[in-house]
Every structure is written in C-alpha cells, then in structure tokens.
Nanobody
Framework: QVQLVESGGGLVQAGGSLRLSCAAS????????MGWYRQAPGKQRELVAQ???????NYADSVKGRFTISRDNVKKTVYLQMNSLKSEDTAVYYC???????????????WGQGTQVTVSS
C-alpha cells in the first residue's frame, strides 16, 4: 500500500552537507508522521528526526542544530538536510512513514530500503 524510495546518500568530508529525500507512493492511506532513523555498524537503529502531519518536529539530541527535517505534503516527500556532518553520523539512514491505512482502520509503519551516509574525517 505504501512504497518508499530514498535518495541522497553518499560520501562526504567532515563538516560537509548532504540532503536525503524519501518519496512515498501508493493509495489508500494518509500519512501521520514521516521520519529518518539511522543504524551504524554494531549499534541499534535510532531515531534521527521526525515530522508530524501538523508540522511538529522531533530531533535526536546529537543532531539538533545541524540537521533539519521538512516535508512536502503534496509530493508526499520528506527531506533531511544534514549540515556540519561528523564522522559519528556515518550510518545507514532509513526513511520511516507512519500511515493510517483506510482498508484496515489502523496505523502501520513502513520503511525505506536504506541509504548509506559516510562521513570521512
């Protein structure tokens, strides 16, 4: 019902910037929240940033002031602008969409395929 396509990962030097995008497609749903998680080798997946349908945002303390999440409701796309990147930001970044599925009458979480972000020091 919900398909996600991510783009924008890559290799960047410390202090540089990257912008991630995630577009949702499909039918029969409305989006309640969109966000980005990341998972570094040997670590658990963690929330990076989240944006809700009313525009409220939530950030991990480690990225506050450096990352900005935004969304385009018409395009059903979420963006993550990452500035002042550090080596500890290196991870696979996953897009997450929390959608209300009309046919079943409850929320479900959907995940993108993941995109690698590597920050060289």
């Amino acid at each position: 019902q919900v398909q996600l396509v991510e783009s924008g990962g890559g290799l960047v030097q410390a202090g540089g910037s990257l912008r991630l995008s995630c577009a949702a497609s499909g039918s029969g749903f409305s989006i309640n929240a969109m966000g980005w998680y990341r998972q570094a080798p040997g670590k658990q997946r963690e929330l990076v940033a989240q944006i809700f349908s009313v525009g409220d945002t939530n950030y991990a303390d480690s990225v506050k002031g450096r990352f900005t999440i935004s969304r385009d409701n018409v395009k059903k796309t979420v963006y993550l602008q990452m500035n002042s990147l550090k080596s500890e930001d290196t991870a696979v970044y996953y897009c997450n969409v929390r959608a209300w599925i009309f046919a079943i009458g409850y929320e479900r979480d959907y995940w993108g395929q993941g995109t690698q972000v590597t920050v060289s020091s």
